[in-house]
């Protein structure tokens, strides 16, 4: 299990949420170990290289199919952060080969585990649009890395924040082995109670 990435350290009450599913797991008699794999701090320049690389041409594409060119607020800030400029043929080739090394380094790092617990977003839910900012799409980067490796994993409930928000937990099994991530993910949501109704 790991809480920080290196990108965007979680608040308190994320730690404290994933470490509580942690012990949970050891008390059901599984191994726990501190370990965060190298190189996830690249999961967010890699994401964004990826997703920018045509220069936003694929957003315009998609508006084109539907017969719209009005934008909403939060998908003209992705245009803005993803620029105009498409990468050339050579920088493109470079960001796959970067992208397959940081596969072959998580593969590498999981050949040692079965499971790997971590936080699903820094933060608790933020409000409508802060999601397409830098900031919030780097919140998210705890998720973007195993997007990255195509790696199956679910995500449970585990705590609450101060403010009454869901707190999840992420959990990502080796490739093929879904019924790891689901086995893990129903013991905990076992143990914690799952979804919860919001008070009001």
Not at 4 to 28: F, K, Y
Not at 107 to 131: K, W
């Amino acid at each position: 299990m790991h809480t920080d990435n290196g990108i965007v350290s979680p608040i308190r009450a994320t730690v404290e949420t994933v470490q509580a599913a942690a012990a949970a797991l050891a008390d059901a008699g599984m191994a726990v170990t501190t370990a965060r794999p190298a190189g996830i701090e690249q999961t967010f320049d890699l994401f964004l290289g990826l997703f920018a690389a045509d220069g936003g041409a694929g957003i315009h594409m998609l508006l084109q199919l539907y017969g719209t060119t009005e934008l909403s607020p939060s998908l003209q800030s992705v245009l803005e952060l993803v620029g105009t400029h498409p990468m050339s043929t050579a920088q493109f080739g470079g960001l796959m080969v970067q992208w397959d090394m940081f596969r072959s380094t998580m593969l590498s790092f999981m050949e040692t585990y079965d499971v790997i617990l971590c936080p699903t977003c820094a933060f608790p839910a933020p409000p409508h649009g802060y999601s397409y900012s830098v900031e919030g799409l780097r919140s998210y980067s705890y998720t973007q890395t195993y997007n990255l490796t195509g790696w199956p994993g679910a995500v449970v409930r585990g705590g609450t924040s101060p403010e009454g928000l869901p707190i999840g937990v992420q959990i990502v099994a080796r490739p093929w082995r879904e019924d790891v991530a689901l086995a893990v993910a129903q013991y905990l949501e076992n143990t914690f109670g799952g979804w919860k109704a919001p008070s009001l």
